[in-house]
DNA sequence: CGACCTCTTGATCAAGTTCAACTTGGGTGG
DNA sequence: CCACCCAAGTTGAACTTGATCAAGAGGTCG
């Protein structure tokens, strides 16, 4: 459940990044990718479920999400939690919380993870060094915003029904920009509790909402891969044209 | 309803903005407030109800909002709309929209506003050479996220009268923080329209909800200037501990 | 095998939506 | 100055979506 790092071992140099060679992802220049890698302090595994940053910590690092899922979320003090956004390989994690001084929210592993550590203390060298890395971090930042925008509008304006079908929607286009889509079908580690949370409604009514889509032949869901039997349709019932998460981090 | 720009007046110079006063802001250096007047190519007034900027828009400006009220919103395509968030004066308007190559979002005025208009080109100037003004860039950008993150969860968790007095605590903050708040009593120019579109409820509900806590004593509106009489009350029925608004620009 | 966790399904209930009619107030034109 | 109009807000009644309560199915792990 908590942290393992291994002290001495900082992973694959990022020069190698398996991550650099995904769709979604901007050429850097040699020099960028040194600083990088001069920033990079750690390389840190993590289990399901174990917190990457927990609400209100200070002194939070900055993360890069190698590989597996995780979401970051909000609490109220009865309990009740929203899922904000899910974060998917090679998401800068915990942006927010290394900017403004407290985490105004929590981060979790929702699969196995694995993160590239960076001390938030050296983003500022980041930002006096190396601009075009500063310009790409803020555009991260703002891609991020972006999604937050479209979930809100989601749960806001939209049905449970067109809420469902717009998050998987969505988090298939984010997938398949990682190349991690064959056949329409796409790894969904997400339990129903998770899917709830983060559409505002309520665990029963998700899962009943769920079981009428696959009813309708929309997609279907076996050994923890999920399967978009009709992506078109989909689209349609999600009531939504469209939002970016295409990869352009442009100057 | 549209843009009014007065070529060759750029309105007070950046030295002297009177936001620079107010208790929310960094205090900044010479050059930084030099630099800044070199980027502002433009004041502007807008009506309330302009389109400060269209949904799509490619080309659109980075702005700071010097007077008046906005929001940001995004529309469904059979017209349902979602106010993502309010913007106040001091606030950047369009970052999202000038580091992302299209605005997913529109931007309206609230109210009637005044603008400084700087070239969404510059940006990129402002990275490469004021690092500190490009940390508080991403920081603001940060803040925005943060208060988007609270309206989600509001949406996504509270009922109706929670995420009411939740809304108004949260304004009540953030005007307070421009010192414009005198006797507990700040100028509320929302319609409940704009209100129903903000926390994802009809008007009709909205309109029972507003006048239930009016009746339960939290607030009361007169003359376009909303009161909180009991804001510690209020505070707990939104069921809420304190998100930050407050100014902290720092390095 | 039992304990536990996630998911499923039915029944009942409540929060919020929709429809519709009416009030209020400000603005305009005759 | 009054008549009218329109936008914004209010209120009631019927209806629907989604929440809550409850019981059970299936799967996994010690």
């Known amino acids: 459940m908590n942290i393992v790092s291994r002290p001495g071992r900082l992973g694959t140099p990022c020069l190698a990044c398996p991550l650099r060679l995904k769709p979604a992802f901007r050429d ?3 020099d960028e990718i040194r600083f990088i890698q001069t920033m990079k302090v750690d390389h ?20 890069t999400l190698y590989s597996g899922w995780a979401f970051r979320y909000k609490s109220l003090p009865d309990g009740r939690r ?18 403004l001084s407290a985490a105004e929210h929590g981060i979790e592993a929702l699969t ?18 190396m601009p075009t890395l500063a310009y790409e971090v803020a ?14 509008t ?19 286009h984010r997938v398949d920009a990682l190349g991690l889509v064959a056949n329409d079908s796409f790894a969904f580690p997400l339990s129903q509790q998770q899917l709830a949370d983060a ?16 009813r309708e032949g929309l997609f279907a869901l076996s050994g923890g891969r999920l399967t978009l039997l009709n992506p078109r349709l989909t689209a349609r019932m999600a009531a ?12």
């Open 28 to 30: 850097k220049t040699d």
């Open 44 to 63: 840190r595994f993590m289990r399901a479920g174990g917190d990457i940053i927990h609400p209100g910590q200070e002194d939070a690092e900055l993360y």
């Open 82 to 99: 929203q899922i904000l956004n899910f974060l998917l390989p090679g998401d800068l994690v915990g942006l927010q919380a290394s900017l």
């Open 112 to 129: 196995d993870v694995e993160l590239c550590v960076f001390p938030r203390r050296r983003l500022w060298d980041l930002f006096e060094r």
């Open 139 to 152: 555009w991260l930042g703002s891609r991020e915003e972006c999604m937050i925008d479209d979930n809100l």
């Open 154 to 172: 989601s749960v806001g304006q939209r049905s449970a029904g067109e809420r469902l079908a717009a998050l998987i929607i969505s988090l298939y």
């Open 199 to 214: 559409l505002g409604l309520s665990l029963v009514h998700t899962s009943k909402t769920w079981s009428r889509l696959r």
């Open 240 to 251: 939504a044209y469209e939002q970016i998460t295409a990869p352009r981090p442009l100057i």
